[in-house]
Nanobody, 125 residues
């Protein structure tokens, strides 16, 4: 069974940086994709960034483009989300999801079968 775990969340000041990690045990990066979503209280789960095709293809949401970057290490079964220039609106629970999405469903939570429990990111002013 695939096990997904996020880590690296915490409290940071606006303008600061944070690096999240996601380990997906039992999941093949060469055959699937890993995606970061986030969800703030009272809001819908939002797509953040995705990596697939053996970690060679990435896609980042417009809302975080230029500030966030996704990368991975196949040997460690780990995907990272580097978050820079953090803003208060980035405050959310960040979830890591694994699955086998096609391009048309890449940003949809329903395209992913395996999910971590989430890690809290809080950006203070």
């Amino acid at each position: 069974q695939v096990q997904v775990e996020e880590s690296g969340g915490g409290l940071v000041q606006a303008g600061g940086s944070l690096r999240l990690s996601c380990t997906a045990s039992g999941f093949s990066f060469s055959g699937g994709g890993m995606t970061w979503f986030r969800q703030a209280p009272g809001k819908e789960r939002e797509f953040v960034a995705s990596i697939r095709r053996g970690l060679t293809n990435t896609y980042v949401a417009d809302s975080v483009k230029g500030r966030f970057a996704i990368s991975g290490n196949n040997a460690k079964n780990t995907v990272y989300l580097q978050m820079n220039s953090l803003k208060s609106e980035d405050t959310a629970v960040y979830f890591c999801a694994a699955g086998y999405p096609i391009s048309s469903s890449l940003t949809s939570p329903s395209a992913y079968r395996y999910w971590g429990r989430g890690t809290q990111v809080t950006v203070s002013s």
